[in-house]
T-cell receptor
Framework: QKEVEQNSGPLSVPEGAIASLNCTYS??????FFWYRQYSGKSPELIMS????GDKEDGRFTAQLNKASQYVSLLIRDSQPSDSATYLC????????FGKGTRLHILP | ETGVTQSPTHLIKTRGQQVTLRCSSQ?????VSWYQQALGQGPQFIFQ???????GRGNFPPRFSGLQFPNYSSELNVNALELDDSALYLC??????????????FGSGTQLSVL
């Protein structure tokens, strides 16, 4: 059974600080990795994708991938109250599997 | 807006009934995936359709079935509803088959309540 593990949180971060979200996955053959943001009562929205080891930056977001450790992370710099949401880690193999998500709360 | 539309937005059914949920994919997308998301959980993969054929199935019983039409819209059918089927049902479209770089674009979901 392929699994994607995330800490459910809630993770509370002061406004302006860096939020760090982590994810581990079980299938060593996984090739593609995604972070989705889901606001309460809404559907998931893709915010980052990463396919090779290292860092990928997009604005305030940085995704980090370490395939040897089977570990993916998302950093959010200069956190804003609007970043408060559930962040879903997703891993693609023959299908896309989601973790349970981490609830992030940015404290004003 | 992703261009993926789902209907209805909310639905209330009783145990044992049958339900059909509908999804129109984003223009240019030929692949539709269905997910079930229970409260406080991540989306669970039900199945995927590519060019009208089922292309992968998750750990759901046969009473969960689907269709994809020539225009790439899709239906999810659930027979003999159970209380545990109460969840948000998400449809996601994507642009191709067997592409592990696939990105999913979700509709707004159908909230199903089974009483």
């Amino acid at each position: 059974q392929k699994e994607v593990e995330q800490n459910s949180g809630p993770l509370s971060v002061p406004e302006g600080a860096i939020a760090s979200l982590n994810c581990t996955y079980s299938d060593r053959g996984s090739q593609s990795f995604f972070w989705y943001r889901q606001y309460s009562g809404k559907s998931p929205e893709l915010i980052m994708s990463i396919y090779s080891n290292g860092d990928k930056e997009d604005g305030r977001f940085t995704a980090q991938l370490n395939k040897a450790s089977q570990y993916v992370s998302l950093l959010i710099r200069d956190s804003q109250p609007s970043d408060s949401a559930t962040y879903l880690c997703a891993v693609a193999d023959d299908k896309i599997i989601f973790g349970k998500g981490t609830r992030l709360h940015i404290l004003p | 807006e992703t261009g993926v539309t789902q209907s209805p937005t909310h639905l209330i059914k009783t145990r044992g009934q049958q339900v059909t949920l509908r999804c129109s994919s984003q223009s240019g997308h030929n692949t539709v995936s269905w997910y079930q998301q229970a409260l406080g959980q991540g989306p669970q993969f039900i199945f995927q359709y590519y060019r009208e054929e089922e292309n992968g199935r998750g750990n759901f019983p046969p009473r969960f079935s689907g269709l994809q039409f020539p225009n790439y819209s899709s239906e999810l059918n659930v027979n003999a509803l159970e209380l545990d089927d109460s969840a948000l049902y998400l449809c996601a479209s994507s642009s191709g088959q067997d592409d592990t770089n696939e990105k999913l674009f979700f509709g707004s979901g159908t909230q199903l309540s089974v009483l």
